[in-house]
């Protein structure tokens, strides 16, 4: 393997092929490159390509070349265009901390002491930077999963293969504040840095709101399980219609006519949207702020409904079958609270509004839900609709649990 004596040897060749490795760089996942090609892009320069091929920058393989995997890997870092979900990094970023951790605690010499401090904070930093970019990588790679795999069976396992990484991912958040605030105390007793202390409070920010991007990831792996699931039933249902249809029983053998008969809908006809625009001089005035403001709030909760095609389904697919969990639709429970306490207010102007803990464990759900998924689905939507709430200053107690009373904003 070539190995480079110098930072000016690299940027020195780098830059002398800037245009290929530009192009090749681009076009990575779509095109196998030609010698030729290759060749057209440096200007016929024939030895600086074979230089290239020299110093392992790119790789020849009969007629093909490609980008060497290192530089490539240096180029996506950098950019931030990889869409690989690596945990294991972030393991070993974890170890490596403890290890210089337990280097500093043994250290006496101050210089040196200082040294390790110094890459501890890049270690820190590094471990921020590759959670939130897996957190990214993880949503744009269910999303893509679900919407762009054609087939069945691939597309459930990749869904559930992410669900896992996202599991990987949260268990890593969840070692990297134990080694924070429990494992490591000794170090942070003796490492009196202002820079470490402002680095480990945005780390500890930035792993929350990953926490709860988390949850979200969850969720949506869930809906679309069951999406799928639902549309597996539907395929299922016009088949049956179908084979009905095709031996001339479907009237004899189903409520067709039944249904039919009260059904009185106009197909072509659809639904005629309402349309009440407000001018842009009015939107400016103080007189429309509590409508900009009240639209603002029902948008926190509001979601988009998604209407995505599965894809085709083989006769094997139809006779697989498969059990997912029933998903618990945060917004709808959300929805179902803040109905109630609605209600309950326009019954009785003076009635206290019931806090949304006591809700969640009398509330009845489409299936079983224990005590502990109850308690979890509480912390749930308190983070993910915080703006919908108020938190007072009061706390009640159900069983073994301790609570703070939370109620409608």
């Not at 070993?92 to 210089?100: D, N, T, V």
């Not at 959670?131 to 459930?156: C, G, V, W």
């Not at 039944?258 to 625009?277: A, Y």
């Not at 209407?307 to 179902?336: C, K, Q, R, V, W």
Request: overall charge negative; glycine content about 2%; some cysteine.
């Amino acid at each position: 393997m070539y190995i480079f004596r110098s930072i000016h040897e690299i940027v020195t060749t780098v830059n002398a092929a800037r245009v290929l490795l530009t192009e090749m760089f681009e076009k990575r996942k779509t095109v196998n490159f030609k010698y030729s090609e290759a060749l057209a892009l440096l200007k016929d320069d024939e030895n600086r390509l074979k230089l290239l091929i020299e110093k392992e920058v790119i790789h020849q393989n009969g007629n093909e070349v490609a980008l060497d995997a290192r530089f490539q890997d240096f180029f996506e870092l950098l950019l931030e265009a990889n869409e690989e979900i690596n945990t294991a990094i972030i393991d070993e970023h974890i170890e490596y901390l403890h290890e210089l951790m337990d280097y500093y605690l043994k250290e006496k010499v101050p210089a040196r002491k200082n040294s390790y401090v110094r890459n501890i904070k890049i270690t820190f930093r590094k471990i921020a930077r590759t959670t939130i970019r897996n957190i990214m990588n993880l949503q744009t790679s269910i999303d893509s999963a679900f919407k762009h795999e054609p087939t069945y069976q691939i597309k459930i396992a990749k869904l559930e293969n992410l669900d896992k990484k996202r599991i990987n991912i949260q268990r890593l958040i969840d070692s990297t504040e134990n080694l924070i605030l429990h494992e490591e105390r000794l170090f942070f007793q003796q490492a009196t840095d202002e820079e470490l202390d402002r680095i480990l409070l945005e780390l500890r920010s930035e792993l929350q709101l990953s926490a709860h991007s988390l949850i979200r990831a969850q969720q949506d792996i869930i809906n679309y399980l069951n999406q799928i699931k639902s549309q597996v039933i539907l395929v299922e249902k016009i088949r049956k219609v179908k084979q009905l249809m095709d031996q001339f029983e479907l009237r004899t053998k189903s409520n067709l006519a039944e249904v039919m008969e009260n059904d009185h809908s106009v197909l072509v006809e659809g639904n005629t949207p309402s349309s009440f625009k407000l001018s842009i001089p009015y939107l400016n005035t103080d007189e429309a702020r509590p409508i900009i403001l009240k639209v603002r709030k029902n948008l926190q909760y509001k979601e988009i409904i998604r209407n995505n095609e599965a894809g085709a389904f083989s006769e094997e697919d139809m006779t697989t079958a498969s059990m997912y969990e029933e998903l618990i639709d945060f917004g709808e429970t959300l929805e179902s609270y803040l109905q109630l306490q609605a209600q309950r207010q326009w019954n009785d102007k003076d009635a206290e509004p019931e806090d949304l803990f006591t809700f969640l464990m009398h509330h009845t759900f489409k299936r079983e839900v224990s005590e502990q998924e109850r308690t979890t689905l509480f912390c749930q939507l308190v983070s993910l609709y915080e703006n919908m709430f108020r938190i007072s200053e009061d706390f009640g107690v159900y069983k073994n649990y301790e609570y703070v009373k939370i109620y409608p904003a």
